[in-house]
């Protein structure tokens, strides 16, 4: 039988409220940057199911539906709207036919692509009002977290 993991020491003080604040921020950033979803047409999760979808590859309902972090029921009745809006198709999975798998069409993945243009140029705009020192912050605490995130939390 394998050990428990180890139980790692509790943050400091300074990294949970650094944590804290981080969540907090992130949260505002995504929420500022939505209102441009609008110009979509599409409800919040007919777009993250879509973004699943194009960004991931073709996907089965079930993995979309964990992806998505919804039940099969709810994953079911996205997709139906993604597909007679013209933006998903389902197509046999090719190792195997009896598996159905959904995929983006050009058009959603058009829409998609479209939707994350306005929400860069957004937070461009924003950014190129900072100071020259301001974005160069930023650019290196980004790179900081996508290392962060590349090799997950522990490593």
């Known amino acids: 039988m394998a050990a428990p993991p180890a139980r790692q020491a509790a943050p400091p003080a300074r990294v949970v409220q650094l944590a804290d604040r981080l969540h907090s921020a992130a949260i505002h950033l995504l929420r500022r940057l939505r209102v441009e979803d609008a110009a979509a047409g599409l409800t919040a999760p007919r777009l ?4 699943v979808i194009v960004f991931r590859g073709p996907l089965t309902l079930s ?3 964990a992806a998505e972090q919804v039940r099969p029921p709810t994953i079911t009745r996205l997709v139906q709207e ?9 197509m046999p999975d090719p190792a195997d036919r009896r598996i159905t798998r959904v995929r983006a069409t050009a058009r959603g993945r058009r829409l998609l692509h479209a939707g994350r243009s306005r929400r860069v140029a957004r937070l461009a705009a924003d950014l190129a009002a900072l100071p020259l020192a301001d974005q160069r912050l930023l650019a290196a605490a980004t790179e900081r977290l996508e290392q962060l995130f590349r090799r997950g939390p522990s490593g």
């Open 82 to 90: 993604l597909e007679r809006e013209g933006l998903v198709v389902r």
């Open 63 to 65: 993995e979309l539906a």
């Open 48 to 51: 993250s199911a879509l973004s």
